[in-house]
């Protein structure tokens, strides 16, 4: 009979916890969405709000579970109204026991973001949407973070960083990491999806529309601040490598050591990283030829102070060849040995050095070479360009998205070799800039654009100024004929000297409303101008 009320009481216990645990969210989800509200905007120097508040006592026991439905996190001051981060879905999963009793505090255990739209903004060291943190003094925590695991899924992250000039723009995100946080020295192991990435810096846009993946684990110890990772698996479109190498941070010095190189060969791997060049029938490419880069990151970053770590990169192409399928022509004689690399704190020693390179589109030949050094300091430029495209085996020949008609031929042929120092001076006599670009029956319209037609335009180039002339371009309904001077041309690689223009545009009709893409011929309205 003790036995049987023994079971029975602890039967009714456990009912009991049951129905509490089932209860309790709902009896008092008003009052939690209010204290979860105060409290995380006592924290932070941005608006927090979310729709809904879900907690089960189920769903992760022994943590309790909290669901926040639609959360925002909003700037203020500097960066109002920009939002950091939005949400379908986060989920924060926070040990049980340290919920319970006075004066604790609570265990973060996990946390998982559904459709998170993160959108970071950086205007220099001190200045960015993510810090929001209020300093609320030693010993005054209101949380503590102990993962276990936490987990991306369809994400979207962009990165802007005006001091750098660099944008990098996420979606399709899936990440997930796990490791023991508790500990001062452990492992998180991580693996990353990304659907799309568009990368630009410095006005150039680098990646676009690029398919990316990751696997590493990372060797994290606390106390010295450093994080390893060895034979970091990545992919980018086609192209697999492989990366060594650790982190350690020092106030504001970042103490780097990483080597990287691809896992492969292929001319077509290093193909995929060219915009436009990674179509959904890249598979059927027919390729070959030999590609692939290596390089290394060694030395302190400092932001701060202005001390950057040495770098090498080395990109090399052997006699590559690739065919599009559905395109009559194709990329051949692909030749090309790159080396970029500096060893100074400051990069005044930064130098690119590419001694030839060649390519062939269609039977259309293009050659050349750029040697630069002292990149950030007194450059040493000399450089050769010489080839002639017929526009059509350019567009037969390689992938260029919403282009519906690309013709006409260029041919050029342009020399350069000069030190920053001459052109800072204008002593154009130790200058030799020569040479001339022709371009005849350009055609070229993209979706949803009126036509561009270029009859024949011509440069030509001498140390002292860029001659540019145009007989009739029509774009669309407008015409223009352009007669433009461009002076102290090389200028444009200086930080000291700029170049300046002399520019004579004559139109006898101007319709610019047409290059509205939602404008109708019916809505035009037309200008003359004469400038």
Do not use: C
Request: glycine residues 6%; aromatic residues 10%; negative net charge.
């Amino acid at each position: 009979k003790a036995v049987r009320k023994i079971l029975t009481y602890a039967g009714f216990a456990v009912l009991g916890l049951v129905i509490a645990g089932v209860l309790l969210p709902f009896v008092y989800k008003e009052k939690a969405m209010e204290y979860i509200k105060k409290k995380a905007n006592e924290q932070v120097n941005a608006v927090v709000d979310f729709k809904a508040l879900d907690i089960s006592f189920f769903r992760s026991f022994p943590d309790v579970s909290f669901g926040l439905d639609s959360l925002t996190v909003v700037g203020v001051d500097t960066f109002y109204g920009i939002e950091l981060y939005s949400a379908k879905r986060t989920t924060i999963d926070v040990s049980l026991p340290s919920l319970l009793g006075s004066g604790r505090i609570p265990h973060i255990n996990s946390v998982f973001l559904e459709q998170p739209v993160i959108n970071i903004v950086s205007l220099d060291s001190t200045h960015a949407n993510y810090l929001i943190t209020k300093s609320t003094g030693p010993d005054t925590a209101t949380y503590k973070v102990e993962l276990e695991k936490y987990r991306i899924t369809d994400g979207a992250i962009t990165y802007q960083d005006n001091e750098s000039n660099l944008f990098v723009s996420t979606s399709g995100v899936d990440h997930e990491g796990s490791g023991d946080f508790t500990q001062d020295v452990f492992d998180l192991v991580t693996t990353t999806h990304i659907d799309k990435m568009d990368v630009k810096y410095e006005g150039t846009k680098y990646l676009i529309n690029a398919v990316a993946d990751l696997q590493t684990t990372i060797h994290i110890d606390l106390p010295a601040d450093s994080y390893t990772f060895k034979q970091a698996k990545a992919k980018l479109n086609d192209l697999d490598f492989t990366a060594d190498g650790a982190f350690q941070l020092k106030g504001d010095d970042i103490k780097t050591d990483v080597t990287f190189k691809t896992a492969s060969e292929s001319f077509k791997s290093l193909l995929s990283l060219l915009p436009n060049a990674y179509t959904k029938d890249f598979a059927s490419v027919k390729t070959s030829g030999k590609a692939g880069f290596e390089g290394f990151v060694k030395g302190t970053y400092n932001g701060v102070k202005g001390i950057y770590p040495a770098f090498e990169i080395k990109i090399r192409v052997d006699n590559g060849y690739a065919k599009y399928p559905g395109l009559q022509q194709e990329i051949k004689d692909v030749f090309a040995d790159v080396r970029i690399k500096a060893s100074r704190t400051d990069y005044r020693d930064m130098n690119v050095n590419i001694p030839a390179f060649r390519l062939k589109i269609g039977n259309d030949p293009v050659s050349g070479h750029l040697l630069v050094n002292n990149l950030t300091g007194n450059q040493d430029l000399d450089g050769h360009l010489k080839g002639k495209i017929d526009l059509k085996n350019f567009a037969a020949a390689y992938p260029i998205e919403g282009m519906e008609e690309l013709s006409g031929v260029i041919n050029g042929d342009l020399e350069f070799k000069a030190k920053m120092s001459d052109v800072t001076a204008e002593n154009y006599s130790a200058i030799l800039f020569k040479g001339f670009a022709d371009a005849s029956s350009i055609r070229y319209r993209s979706q949803g654009m009126p036509a561009i037609h270029v009859n024949t335009a011509r440069l030509t180039a001498s140390p002292a100024e860029v001659g540019i002339s145009s007989d009739l371009i029509t774009m669309g309904k407008s015409d223009m004929k352009l007669n433009a001077v461009v002076k102290n041309p090389l200028a444009a690689f200086s930080s000291e000297k700029s170049v300046s223009s002399d520019i004579s545009l004559r139109s006898s009709l101007l319709d610019l409303n047409e290059w509205n893409s939602t404008s109708t011929a019916s809505t035009s309205k037309a200008a003359q101008a004469e400038v």
